[in-house]
């Protein structure tokens, strides 16, 4: 009989410890009533989550993003930038995310006028130094924007630069969310400041002359010209949307930006071509509303 008991006593010592190493386990891994899924994503199995309320903010791309002709004419005005401007009638998408005194501090420009596709690699270099939590992209428009539509970068070059960009940037700072503004509907800008005759002597000056060369012309050549610069641009933002996608903490603005009818009001009154002060604020208001939204755009 002390034989019997002893086997009983084993056996209820055995059963209670595996119950007390189950519960240890699911304490250990998460466990839940959530379900695996819960557990996949506290184990980091789950692609990361985009942050609505990143805690800064690094700007590269050309012309737009330095507020290019928005204040004088021919010159630089970063301060009115939609990307990281300081300027209240902005609001630009740092000082909307960050509050317009943390701008300054945890917010960088690195865009260049004139710039391509092709200097986005070197831009995303010096913005990775500082591990920004957004880092905003606008580039393309001078892709475009050529001397003749037939020195337009071709879209698998365009291609190429853009996938090396992000992939140093992945390098240097893997954490970096990255937004991605479409390129503007040039054809539209065109449209805007064709029949102003001070605008198209402004424009004699080399702005985008692949679109805006002979802007009153109708002719069959002038046309297709002009529609081959567009169909271009459809292509680059193909392209934006398409190697973003790849990325899980990289958002397209959908065609935001491309879609957006730019008016008198929101273009330089000095080239009717580049944003002005509204227009950089409209690009504000796009770019906050898609990196605050739960998801990306369908």
């Not at 690699?121 to 939590?133: D, E, L, N, T």
Request: proline letters at 6%; hydrophobic letters at 40%; a positive charge.
């Amino acid at each position: 009989m002390r034989t019997t008991a002893a086997r009983r006593l084993a056996r209820r010592t055995s059963a209670g410890a595996g119950v007390a190493a189950a519960l240890l386990a699911a304490t250990v891994t998460g466990c839940d009533s959530a379900g695996p899924s819960a557990g996949n994503e506290r184990g980091g199995h789950s692609a990361p989550r985009w942050n609505t309320s990143p805690a800064s903010v690094a700007a590269v791309g050309d012309s737009i993003t330095r507020g290019f002709d928005a204040c004088s004419v021919l010159a630089d005005c970063p301060e009115v930038s939609w990307a990281t401007g300081s300027d209240p009638a902005v609001r630009s998408l740092a000082a909307r995310l960050l509050g317009e005194a943390e701008v300054p501090a945890r917010s960088w420009n690195y865009a260049v006028t004139g710039s391509r596709m092709a200097d986005l690699p070197g831009q995303m270099a010096s913005a990775a130094q500082h591990k920004p939590g957004l880092v905003t992209v606008m580039v393309g428009s001078n892709d475009a924007c050529r001397p003749t539509a037939s020195s337009m970068t071709p879209v698998e070059q365009f291609r190429a630069d853009f996938v090396r960009a992000l992939k140093d940037l992945r390098t240097a700072s893997p954490a970096s969310q990255v937004y991605v503004s479409s390129v503007p509907d040039l054809q539209r800008l065109w449209e805007q400041g064709k029949d102003i005759p001070v605008v198209r002597q402004v424009w004699k000056l080399g702005i985008c002359q692949s679109m805006l060369a002979d802007p009153l012309s109708a002719e069959a050549v002038a046309t297709a010209r002009r529609e081959k610069v567009r169909a271009r641009v459809v292509e680059y933002n193909e392209v934006l949307r398409e190697v973003c996608a790849a990325d899980a903490l990289c958002r397209y603005d959908g065609g935001a930006v491309f879609q957006y009818p730019f008016g008198e009001e929101q273009l330089s009154r000095w080239d009717w071509f580049h944003p002005g002060r509204d227009g950089q604020a409209r690009l504000a208001e796009l770019a906050h509303r898609q990196v605050t939204a739960a998801a990306p755009p369908g």
